[in-house]
């Protein structure tokens, strides 16, 4: 049986990929690709949140009865990110590298520590809650 | 049971209290290059000198502990979800009785003053075992116990061990109780300080923000649930062995034989830790890394160092051979990870502090500067270069003291106030935005 923790966290490492090839690219000065995988990545991440805040965070809150708990903390986190993405793209469109490179390492910190409080706490609680019908989450989640 | 309440931002501690601890540290290490500048050669004649015995505990309860102490206070609400309990006031009390009592017990190391050397063992006792109970309560309530967690655990412990040591071999109580090896009770307090408190922390920090930093794969499972609980039960063995040879019940090799298995651990651990960083996903330059990875070739140079002196009495007998471990092991290994810690911790604290308060104020007009520019790659490089040429030059200090000693001193000295600046700068940048951000606050309730 397929869990939430390990899928999700595989979706992680799939937007870690994306993030850290197109940092690679714009530290070089190569912003023909490098803004192509900036796309990739903040669709990707984009994908993931709306996994999360339209399928997974609400089941979960319907069933735990939960609304303030960790999910309300995740979705903050999730504007945080939307907002340094946002400044990120701005960079990517006026060439600004050396701002990119500063906002892609903030978004390397939160995106890391968002993940690991996922991965660590609430996919497992997530797991647990839904039991058997874990898949047919995930299977809801990936017609997204 | 669902742990809820682990994710919640409202429990770090305001940012002035693990900034204080943070802005010291470059003092003390300021302090110490001052000192090496002056007194050179002097301080590498050997380890027992008492200047040299201040000149550790500068670097080791100023720099070291100082660090260490302010970022786990910070760390544990968002690396363990347990908030220190009455944190503001435990932070206030500890930096202030940690930043005297090592101020005072280095000064009572150099100028010989029994007064000075009895308030600051009061004051040391006092704000580490303060600062125990504390993070022990904080540690013990923890739910979702991970490895980090265990590890920070014997790390607080191995703490409490060397501050008992330290007291009671500082109080001279155990030579008037008729105790008359102290050298070998010395080697205990100095195993549990480094490889106990400093070597256990470092190693289950490493876990998160390894992998974190660099997005690397994850160290090994079994090393995270064994490495740690381990070595520090061997140092408990190691320990009871080392009192048994005192007390000529047992040959003086067999530590030293037990020392050959625990040491493994910890090279494994620079090992592992190196690979992973090679592995790393995230390929552009970062200074963070390359402290670190200073840090880890410590370790393997420490332990070659150690391992050839005990096999060969030539080297052994040397003076050098414990300043050369000394210099690996506190300032090869220990203020270099510490150091590049810094640039992440303080940059990122300031940053997400900011960003809070902006998103709860719902203020886009101000902006909150990005993790470079509170301190900028620049900056941190020159710091970087500086520093490594000053841990160069005391490495050569040791083989030729009357040639490189003053200039360690002065390349270190050069090195904190690098280190300084950096730091407020960052902090001067974050208190300048918080004032718009609260001035936007006052302007809108009007």
Known sequence: ?144 | MLNTASLSLDQAPPISIPFRFFLTAPLFGLVAGLLLLVYGPTLFLTRWAPMTLGLTHLITLGMLAMVMCGALLQMLPVLAGSPVPAVVMVGRLCHLLITVGAGLLVSSFITGSGIANALSLSLLGAGVFLFFIAVAVALLRVKQVTHTVTAMRLAVIAFLFTLVLGLLLGSGVLSKVGFGHIAPLVDVHLGWGVLGWIGLLLIGISYQVVPMFQVTPEYPMLMRRFLAPVLFMALVVWTLLMLAAIFSLIGDFIPTLWMFLVLPGFMLYAVVTLRLQQQRKRRIPDITMKFWRIGMFSILFSSAVWIIGNVSTVVANSPQYHLLLGVGLIAGAGVSVVNGMLYKIVPFLSWFHLQNRQLSLMCMTVQVPNMKEFISDKAARYQYNVYVASLFLLFAAVTKPEWFAHMAGLVFLLSNIMLFRNLVIAMSRYYTTNQALLSYAVDSDK
């Open chain 1, 1 to 144: 049986m397929t869990t939430i923790t390990e899928t999700m966290a595989r979706d992680h490492r799939h937007c870690d990929e994306f993030f850290a090839e197109a940092e690679e690219l714009i530290s070089q000065g190569d912003w023909e690709q490098g803004r192509a995988k900036f796309n990739e990545f903040r669709d990707a991440t984009e994908n993931h949140f709306s996994m999360e805040e339209g399928i997974l965070f609400p089941k979960f809150e319907q069933r735990t009865g939960q609304t303030m708990g960790p999910t309300q903390m995740m979705r903050m986190e999730h504007t945080q990110m939307r907002q340094l993405l946002a400044d990120m793209e701005a960079a990517v469109t006026h060439e600004d590298d050396e701002r990119y490179l500063g906002l892609s390492e903030t978004m390397m910190m939160v995106m890391q520590q968002h993940n690991m409080k996922e991965e660590q706490m609430l996919y497992p609680m997530t797991d647990q809650v839904f039991a058997g019908d874990a898949e047919a989450t995930l299977q809801e989640m990936k017609m997204l």
